[in-house]
């Protein structure tokens, strides 16, 4: 698999490809034909806008990246290294950095995976000289993208966990679930037949160095939630749906009124 890097300021609008990464796997990931060759599955960039995150579900790693602002080139760092079999599909950031008990403030990362159906929460340490990002794992930080005490879904191998985001307010953490049963013939309104998934959120325990606290589960408003998104306002959510039980050939969407409390 490649991943490319783009220079995208000329005045015309053309893309200018700059450099690209090449990915193999030597053989099969515990979670065998999901993970039969690297994955990129999202980049994104960190808060400061100095490192790129390529999140690889195939080969269970989050690939770190340094930003040459001067160049626009990429400079590989020490990659974070996912649970083996779990599939990390997205992730995102604390909006502003958190107060640890140690007396320094970190901002946290939120890994979600997708096979295991589980959200891994990381400090995040910046090395001196763009020399990479240490990643620690926060103790007790492994959470179910599902409601406490749901089963995992048998999913034959395909993803639980999809998206994942951070409210505007910064205060919660919001995941779309695939294959969650629980809503389903709740209502006629979910198509098809009643059908829809979960959407599961979080408090972001400011107080606690990033814990992730249960909130509640919400109907994601039809079947197969794979992304969503929220607006500037934080008070709608769209969630992007396919229906493989059907045998749909095209998406719908579905919105959604937010209050937090």
Same mark, same amino acid.
């Given at each position: ?81 996912? $649970? %083996? ?8 950031? /604390?909006? &502003?950095?958190?107060?640890? #008990? @140690? +007396? ?45 005490? $749901? %089963? ?8 639980? /966990?999809? &998206?994942?985001?951070?409210? #505007? @307010? +910064? ?91």
């Amino acid at each position: 698999m490649r991943i490319p890097a783009v220079d995208v300021t000329a005045s015309n609008g053309t893309l200018k490809p700059l450099q690209t990464f090449t990915y193999t796997l030597p053989s099969p990931g515990p979670a065998g034909d999901r993970q039969a060759a690297p994955h990129i599955h999202e980049a994104r960039t960190d808060p400061l806008g100095q490192y790129v995150f390529a999140i690889d579900l195939g080969a269970d790693l989050v690939r770190v990246y340094a930003v040459n602002h001067e160049t626009l080139l990429l400079d590989e760092r020490p990659a974070l290294n996912a $649970t %083996p079999g779990s599939g990390p599909r997205h992730g995102v950031f /604390t909006q &502003e950095p958190i107060l640890f #008990p @140690d +007396g320094v403030a970190s901002y946290v990362f939120y890994l979600a995976a997708e096979i295991t159906g589980t959200i891994t929460a990381y400090r995040v340490t910046y090395l001196p000289n763009l020399g990479g990002l240490q990643l620690d794992e926060l103790s007790n930080g492994t959470y179910s993208s599902l409601e406490p005490g $749901t %089963p995992t879904p048998a999913t034959g191998g395909k993803g639980i /966990t999809g &998206e994942i985001r951070v409210s #505007p @307010d +910064g205060d919660f953490l919001i995941v779309s679930n695939r294959r969650d049963a629980r809503f389903n013939g709740t209502t006629d309104q979910y198509p098809p037949d009643g059908t829809s998934d979960s959407m599961s959120i979080f408090r972001i325990r400011q107080d606690l160095a990033g814990r992730l606290d249960f909130v509640q589960a919400s109907p994601a408003g039809g079947s197969i939630a794979r992304t969503y998104d929220l607006n500037a306002a934080g008070n709608l959510a769209t969630a992007l749906l396919m229906s493989p039980f059907s045998k749909a050939t095209a998406a719908s969407i579905a919105l959604a009124f937010i209050t937090w409390k």
